[in-house]
């Protein structure tokens, strides 16, 4: 059924807007949230690429009954007094967006968040943004690097909405920004100024959220862009070949995924009694679970248990202002031909006028 369209009236100024999307939340850190946000998230035939019918009894048979429980346990470690980190730190990135977009340009555009699966919906904020009468909308997933699970899965969701509407909004969509000299230069500066304050480690593990092997094999390019934002990071620091480690996290089942797989790497270092190791993880542009309890505790007690002496972890990006100067500067170079195409005073009172003539509503 096709959406109602807002009230128009001739001559309202069309505006452009940004829609950033990360991948979403529970709403409280109990197994009652995590329930239904899990069942979204793996429902998702981009996340869980099985057959439904073979999928679909272990999802509502065993991992709805089992994982929920244990899911809501690690968020309650990681949880801040506004929330979600995840969801704080995106918030807290789209108003300093705002912020920056506003002092270097002319007529800023509205920009908001919403997120793949939890609150905010896509779908709630792309109304939103109908009602305040955006008409171009770049959509700018918070995905470094590209992956059919995690970015292809948002232009789904947002594209699933369009067929929702009568009068639909242009749409420009941002595939990847894994090699841009802004966000590998926010990410090195991140780096160095941890070891300012801390001094270097023996190794620095780089780590990238994992996933199934055989999205490589079919033609997913995130494998490659995960190489070569750690590449390109290593290289800006200045990292002999000895000194870093590109990885890969958060494996998920029995199958193969991505390798060499974090974990594994990090108790082979402990294993042979390295002195400290340091781990940061560019594919995450916010901190969230999988960064703060993830890696943060379950990969420190994995190096220190198996023998390593000292363990650090390297915040994300978050609100650095370097890395939001980066993201402007993605926006602006995706928005050309839309910023500044607002009418004046002029034209929008004489447009409104011609209409009125020809017997539009007042």
Same mark, same amino acid.
């Not at 999928?55 to 009954?65: A, M, S, V």
């Not at 200045?238 to 797989?261: M, N, T, V």
């Given at each position: 059924?096709?959406?109602?369209?807002?009230?128009?009236?001739?001559?309202?100024?069309?505006?452009?807007?940004?829609?950033?999307?990360?991948?979403?939340?529970?709403?409280?850190?109990?197994?009652?949230?995590?329930?239904?946000?899990?069942?979204?998230?793996?429902?998702?035939?981009?996340?869980?690429?099985?057959?439904?019918?073979?999928?679909?009894?272990?999802?509502?048979?065993?991992?709805?009954?089992?994982?929920?429980?244990?899911?809501?346990?690690?968020?309650?470690?990681?949880?801040?007094?506004?929330?979600?980190?995840?969801?704080?730190?995106?918030?807290?990135?789209?108003?300093?967006?705002?912020?920056?977009?506003?002092?270097?340009?002319?007529?800023?555009?509205?920009?908001?968040?919403?997120?793949?699966?939890?609150?905010?919906?896509?779908?709630?904020?792309?109304?939103?943004?109908?009602?305040?009468?955006?008409?171009?909308?770049?959509?700018?997933?918070?995905?470094?690097?590209?992956?059919?699970?995690?970015?292809?899965?948002?232009?789904?969701?947002?594209?699933?909405?369009?067929?929702?509407?009568?009068?639909?909004?242009?749409?420009?969509?941002?595939?990847?920004?894994?090699?841009?000299?802004?966000?590998?230069?926010?990410?090195?500066?991140?780096?160095?100024?941890?070891?300012?304050?801390?001094?270097?480690?023996?190794?620095?593990?780089?780590?990238?959220?994992?996933?199934?092997?055989?999205?490589?094999?079919?033609?997913?390019?995130?494998?490659?862009? =995960?190489?070569?934002?750690?590449?390109?990071?290593? !290289? &800006? $620091? +200045?990292?002999? %070949?000895?000194?870093?480690?590109?990885? *890969?996290?958060?494996?998920?089942?029995?199958?193969?995924?991505?390798?060499?797989?974090?974990?594994?790497?990090?108790?082979?270092?402990?294993?042979?009694?390295?002195?400290?190791?340091?781990?940061? =993880?560019?594919?995450?542009?916010?901190?969230?679970? !999988? &960064? $703060? +309890?993830?890696? %943060?505790?379950?990969?420190?007690?994995? *190096?220190?248990?198996?023998?390593?002496?000292?363990?650090?972890?390297?915040?994300?990006?978050?609100?650095?202002?370097?890395?939001?100067?980066?993201?402007?500067?993605?926006?602006?170079?995706?928005?050309?031909?839309?910023?500044?195409?607002?009418?004046? !005073?002029?034209?929008?009172?004489?447009?409104?006028?011609?209409?009125?003539?020809?017997?539009?509503?007042?």
């Amino acid at each position: 059924m096709i959406s109602p369209e807002p009230a128009y009236q001739h001559g309202t100024p069309s505006q452009t807007g940004i829609l950033l999307i990360n991948l979403g939340t529970p709403d409280a850190p109990t197994a009652q949230a995590l329930r239904p946000y899990l069942k979204q998230f793996l429902s998702n035939p981009r996340v869980v690429e099985i057959s439904k019918w073979a999928w679909w009894p272990i999802l509502n048979g065993i991992i709805l009954n089992t994982r929920p429980k244990k899911s809501a346990e690690k968020y309650a470690q990681i949880w801040m007094p506004e929330g979600s980190p995840l969801k704080v730190h995106t918030a807290r990135q789209t108003q300093l967006l705002r912020d920056v977009l506003a002092q270097r340009v002319q007529s800023p555009p509205m920009v908001e968040y919403a997120m793949s699966i939890g609150n905010p919906a896509i779908a709630e904020v792309l109304e939103r943004m109908k009602q305040h009468g955006c008409e171009r909308i770049l959509v700018l997933p918070l995905y470094p690097q590209y992956a059919a699970s995690s970015t292809a899965s948002a232009f789904d969701e947002v594209f699933a909405q369009l067929k929702e509407m009568r009068n639909t909004p242009a749409i420009r969509t941002v595939k990847h920004y894994h090699d841009h000299p802004g966000y590998i230069a926010a990410l090195a500066q991140n780096v160095r100024d941890y070891w300012t304050k801390t001094g270097k480690p023996d190794k620095l593990v780089i780590s990238f959220h994992g996933v199934p092997r055989f999205t490589l094999d079919k033609g997913d390019p995130y494998h490659c862009e =995960c190489q070569k934002t750690g590449r390109l990071l290593a !290289e &800006t $620091l +200045e990292l002999d %070949a000895g000194k870093y480690q590109i990885c *890969f996290q958060s494996r998920f089942g029995k199958a193969e995924w991505l390798s060499p797989y974090t974990a594994v790497t990090l108790e082979q270092l402990g294993k042979k009694n390295t002195r400290r190791v340091d781990v940061v =993880c560019p594919g995450f542009v916010s901190d969230c679970l !999988e &960064t $703060l +309890e993830e890696i %943060a505790m379950e990969g420190k007690a994995i *190096f220190i248990q198996a023998g390593g002496h000292e363990f650090h972890y390297i915040p994300c990006l978050n609100e650095r202002d370097d890395w939001i100067q980066a993201l402007a500067d993605i926006a602006l170079a995706n928005l050309q031909g839309w910023l500044g195409v607002e009418p004046s !005073e002029k034209q929008t009172n004489q447009s409104r006028q011609r209409a009125l003539e020809m017997g539009a509503a007042k």
